[in-house]
């Protein structure tokens, strides 16, 4: 068992930036990938960007590539999420979660997750 929580989460104009943290606890020895999802009112939840245990492998939605960047620091069981050049179509509530295992992109596929953290980005 793992928990998560994330923080980060704010108001900020387009063009801007935010980092958001996902901090692990638990059963953290485990080798967890972790993902990023977002999820706008009215919407489904979707992939936005996963690391793998070791942090050599990362995959990125297409809508956010080039400009948000995930990240990783083991010795202190939390990933990361750079957010830069930020949209008002970004505007969502953000959560991380993590499965044991390879990195993969449905929600459906991760076990634990976070409560979410608020991004809203203004025009």
């Known amino acids: 068992q793992v928990q998560l929580v994330e923080s980060g989460g704010g108001l900020v104009q387009a063009g801007g930036s935010l980092r958001l943290s996902c901090a692990a606890s638990?059963?953290?020895?485990?080798?967890?990938?972790v993902g990023w999802f977002r999820q706008a009112p009215g919407k489904e939840r979707d992939f936005v960007a996963v690391?793998?245990?070791?942090?050599?492998?990362?995959n990125y939605a297409d809508s956010v590539k080039g400009r948000f960047t995930i990240s990783r620091d083991n010795a202190k069981n939390t990933v990361y999420l750079q957010m830069n050049s930020l949209k008002p179509e970004d505007t969502a509530v953000y959560y991380c979660?993590?499965?044991?295992?390879?990195?993969?992109?449905?929600?459906?596929?991760?076990?634990?997750w976070g409560q979410g953290t608020q991004v809203t980005v203004s025009s």
């Open positions: 979660a993590a499965r044991i295992g390879i990195v993969l992109v449905r929600p459906a596929d991760y076990a634990y």
């Open positions: 690391i793998s245990r070791s942090g050599g492998m990362t």
């Open positions: 638990g059963r953290t020895d485990s080798a967890y990938a």
